[in-house]
């Protein structure tokens, strides 16, 4: 099993950037394929980014294409999000999760991931 523990939200004016950290503990990263989520209020929550557990294959909701990144470092058992040129849109709440799978892959459902964090909250002002 693995915790898993976010940093790094707060409240950044339009254009502005972040990075979100995700920090696992208990189990290492490396078994898992990662994905970033966000729940906006009064909505689902939705995939962000997500990124394989080994070779690193990525994918990103078309809204943050170009803007954000993810990536691992899983000697630091560390999961990122760069987010570059935010818009109030962004505003959310960003979970961390994780996908246990035997292949070097991803999912986009939240159900498909088994661990999840607390969360984090980002808030883009106009």
């Known amino acids: 099993q693995v915790q898993l523990v976010e940093s790094g939200g707060g409240l950044v004016q339009a254009g502005g950037s972040l990075r979100l950290s995700c920090a696992a503990s208990?189990?290492?990263?490396?078994?898992?394929?990662m994905g970033w989520f966000r729940q906006a209020p009064g909505k689902e929550r939705t995939i962000v980014a997500a990124?394989?557990?080994?070779?690193?294959?990525?994918y990103y909701t078309d809204s943050v294409k170009g803007r954000f990144t993810i990536s691992r470092d899983n000697a630091k058992n560390t999961v990122y999000l760069q987010m570059n040129s935010l818009k109030p849109e962004d505003t959310a709440v960003y979970y961390c999760?994780?996908?246990?799978?035997?292949?070097?892959?991803?999912?986009?459902?939240?159900?498909?991931?088994?661990?999840w964090g607390q969360g984090t909250p980002v808030t883009v002002s106009s």
């Open positions: 999760a994780a996908e246990s799978t035997y292949g070097d892959n991803w999912d986009v459902a939240t159900n498909e991931y088994d661990y």
């Open positions: 208990g189990r290492s990263i490396s078994v898992y394929a």
């Open positions: 990124i394989s557990r080994s070779r690193g294959f990525t």
